[in-house]
């Protein structure tokens, strides 16, 4: 088991920034692909960024591309969803997830965090 928590989310105004941060306790943290998807009311869950284990794989949805970067310290077992240049789009609650192999479907991830909501004022 991969027990995953969120932190680093709140309000902030459209071209602003946000630090999101996922901490990971339980099973090896490193052979996991983590990733960060977002749901917004009334929308499909989407996956906004991923990285491999070793870092050298990254994917970004193309509505963050440029302003979102997804990084990860295996010492800290904790990846971390930066983001700047904010818009009210991307208001959203963001989910923390843990796969065994690089994929962009939510199914493909086993472990999912409680959420924290981000919200972009206009």
């Known amino acids: 088991q991969v027990q995953l928590v969120e932190s680093g989310g709140g309000l902030v105004q459209a071209g602003g920034s946000l630090r999101l941060s996922c901490a990971a306790s339980?099973?090896?943290?490193?052979?996991?692909?983590m990733a960060w998807f977002r749901q917004a009311p009334g929308k499909e869950r989407e996956i906004v960024a991923r990285?491999?284990?070793?870092?050298?794989?990254?994917g970004y949805a193309e509505s963050v591309k440029g302003r979102f970067t997804i990084s990860r310290d295996n010492i800290k077992n904790t990846v971390y969803l930066q983001m700047n240049n904010l818009k009210p789009e991307d208001t959203a609650v963001y989910y923390c997830?843990?796969?065994?192999?690089?994929?962009?479907?939510?199914?493909?991830?086993?472990?999912w965090g409680q959420g924290t909501q981000v919200t972009v004022s206009s």
């Open positions: 990285i491999t284990w070793g870092g050298t794989s990254l």
């Open positions: 339980g099973r090896t943290f490193t052979p996991y692909t």
């Open positions: 997830a843990a796969a065994h192999g690089p994929s962009n479907f939510g199914s493909e991830y086993s472990y």
